[in-house]
């Protein structure tokens, strides 16, 4: 309960009081033996580092916090990490360019890489943050092998989740990568043995092509489609 109120408190008792009693508080949840006490806390590592006074705001997030959150980002428990990964990449904007490169950077490739696929999920689904602060180009190679394991999960449910987020990340990775990458793991979705998946799919197609334009559309979906529907399988022409 206590970690779940403690930005309440942050902004109730100001910056001063903060630095020097609610930081050191702040790491003893980040580290607390119980793992639902840790994912409680580790929700709220962006907003407490948001209301951190901004002329120490940066150092304190570098020298209290981070390393700290370096240990959450390999926590035994997935749900730790999970919620770790729904919140981290906003901590970029905070720290800039040189430090997401720095310090951050190398946390959100554990991440994407780690055994959860709902960890995994939440760093795909926040990369605007980062995306704002260094460009997309940074993260694109690491993404690829992330995303096509998500995209091939064995719960329907992850596959829905990243479909789900596509368009976004089309529209932030490019038409060009997107092409080269993704577009195949989207066409694949179509015949997809769970309907909500083929249902999502569809939709997801409707957005790219609002995205990329008609004639991308022409040359690199409809003829696609026009096979598909020729097809004696009822789930890919249904």
């Not at 990775?173 to 999502?200: P, T």
């Amino acid at each position: 309960m206590v970690a779940e109120k403690f930005v309440d408190l942050q902004k109730a008792v100001g910056p001063e009081i903060t630095r020097v009693d609610l930081v050191p508080a702040f790491q003893y949840l980040l580290k607390d033996a119980e793992a639902e006490v840790r994912a409680a806390v580790a929700t709220k590592v962006k907003d407490f580092c948001a209301n951190l006074d901004k002329v120490n705001q940066v150092q304190i997030i570098l020298s209290s916090i981070l390393p700290y959150v370096r240990d959450l980002v390999s926590d035994p428990n997935p749900h730790v990490k999970s919620a770790l990964a729904s919140v981290i990449m906003g901590l970029s904007p905070m720290l800039g360019a040189y430090q997401t490169v720095e310090q951050l950077l190398p946390l959100f490739l554990i991440q994407l890489k780690d055994e959860c696929p709902e960890v995994r999920l939440n760093i795909i689904s926040n990369l605007d943050c980062v995306n704002d602060v260094i460009g997309i180009q940074q993260l694109s190679q690491s993404l690829l092998p992330a995303i096509v394991e998500l995209a091939e999960d064995s719960k329907w449910r992850v596959r829905l989740a990243i479909i789900e987020y596509m368009p976004a990340l089309a529209g932030q990775l490019g038409q060009e990568f997107f092409d080269q990458k993704l577009r195949g793991l989207c066409m694949g979705w179509l015949n997809d043995h769970v309907y909500a998946i083929r249902e999502a799919a569809t939709l997801n197609m409707k957005k790219l092509v609002e995205q990329f334009g008609a004639p991308w559309a022409e040359q690199a979906i409809i003829p696609m489609i026009l096979v598909m529907s020729r097809n004696k399988n009822y789930l890919h022409s249904e």
